[in-house]
Every structure is written in structure tokens, then in C-alpha cells.
Antibody, heavy 125, light 107 residues
């Protein structure tokens, strides 16, 4: 069974860069079938998709974050990464990584079928 | 962005009840709609995709219907483990957007 595990600092200072890693086990991030996404959740904004990437480098970002966000896969480490620069308190949230099924097929069967447990990131000085 | 609006925001129900949650998209999304269940401290778990297809391993008391802009999640014969928050998500186009959630509480 595929497992995803987020890791990274739980506290980031305002204006600094948030960096998270999602380690994938019992499955390959190199599969051409899947995209790999970051989603965050806060009481203010609920569940919020922030970006998606494929091993080919095909990447999509939330428009309002595009100037600050980088998502990538490291196939040698079987990891997904997130970097979000110039953070503010509004970036405080639980961050989840998830596998997106159905992006590479012409069907409506798209959904997140595996999630990490989530990691809380607080932006505060 | 496509806005997803769920109603009600919360519902109180008893074990054995049928619960219906609705989700409306701000523009047509065809059948590009998924439903998730989330329990406190856990990640969401997919229940339904393509508006009405049951994810493998999910009990058959969960069902989804609808297309275009109006969708429904129905839980037949509510079980104790079903008390949770439910979210819809349009999967047609980026940014993939979620509804605000419906909390199913014990009456």
C-alpha cells in the first residue's frame, strides 16, 4: 500500500521560505500514471489545492502563489518537495501531499487516492 | 476559479439515518466531481469519483449522483464511523477546488 509522509520545519518565520518534503514508499514517484500534489488546510480557507507536478516536469500552481512556489519531484530519492518563499501568517496551515490519479487519461476518474498524514506549519516570529 | 458550495454546513443525525449532502459548482463540471471524508487529525479519504463511482473499499452505503452543477452525496443507514466532515471537489480543471465541508454530527 502506497505511503506518503510529509516532513519539514513546523515553525517558519515571516518572510522566510517554507520547505517541505514528501517521502513516497511502497510505490514509485517515477510512474507516468500519476501527478503529485500539495494541498493545504486552514480554518480560514479550508482545503486549498496549491500545486501539482509530474515526473516529466509538467507543473501547475495556484495562480495567487505562482510567484512564490516551487514544486518538484526527485526520482532518485522518491520524494516530492515544496518550497514557498516570503511566507506570511496567511500561509499557516496543515500541508498535505497526495497522489492524483486520472490526470493522464481522458476520463473523469480523477481523484486523490493516497494522502500523507499532513504536517502543521506555523508562520510566526 | 470554479467555486464549490456545499450545504448544509453541518447536519445532526442518528445511527441508521439517511443523510444527504449537496454540492453546487459555480459552472458546469460534467461528472468531474469527487467526494472525500475527513475525520479529526486525519487526511481526507476519497469516497466517490466521477460523481457516482464508488472508490474501492468504500462501503456501499455511500453513493453519489448528479452532473453539471448539482451533485449529491448520500449516506444510507449512517454508522458510528461515518461521523466526520465531508468535502466535494471539482476535478475538471486547475485549480482543483473543494467545497467548504459538511460536518455530520451525532444527534
Amino acid at each position: 500500500q502506497l505511503q506518503l509522509q510529509e516532513s519539514g520545519p513546523g515553525l517558519v518565520k515571516p518572510s522566510e521560505t517554507l520547505s517541505l518534503t514528501c517521502s513516497v514508499s511502497d510505490g514509485s514517484i517515477s510512474s507516468s500514471l500519476y501527478y503529485w500534489d500539495w494541498i493545504r488546510q486552514s480554518p480560514e480557507k479550508g482545503l486549498e489545492w496549491i500545486g501539482s507536478t509530474h515526473k516529466t516536469g509538467d507543473t501547475f500552481y495556484k495562480a495567487s502563489l505562482k510567484s512564490r512556489i516551487t514544486i518538484s519531484v526527485d526520482t532518485s530519492k522518491n520524494q516530492l518537495s515544496l518550497r514557498l518563499s516570503s511566507v506570511t501568517a496567511a500561509d499557516t496551515a496543515v500541508y498535505f501531499c497526495a497522489r492524483l490519479v486520472g490526470m493522464t487519461t481522458a476520463t473523469t476518474e480523477r481523484r486523490y487516492d493516497s494522502w500523507g498524514q499532513g504536517t502543521l506549519v506555523t508562520v510566526s516570529s | 476559479d470554479i467555486q464549490m458550495t456545499q450545504s448544509p454546513s453541518s447536519v445532526s443525525a442518528s445511527v441508521g439515518d439517511r443523510v444527504t449532502i449537496t454540492c453546487r459548482a459555480s459552472q458546469g463540471v460534467g461528472n468531474w466531481l469527487a467526494w472525500y471524508q475527513q475525520k479529526p487529525g486525519e487526511a481526507p479519504k476519497v469516497l466517490i469519483y466521477s460523481a457516482s463511482s464508488l472508490q474501492s473499499g468504500v462501503p456501499s452505503r455511500f453513493s453519489g449522483s448528479g452532473s453539471g452543477t448539482d451533485f449529491t452525496l448520500t449516506i444510507n443507514s449512517l454508522q458510528p464511523e461515518d461521523f466526520a466532515t465531508y468535502y466535494c471537489q471539482q476535478t475538471m480543471t486547475f485549480p482543483l477546488t473543494f467545497g467548504g465541508g459538511t460536518k455530520v454530527e451525532i444527534k
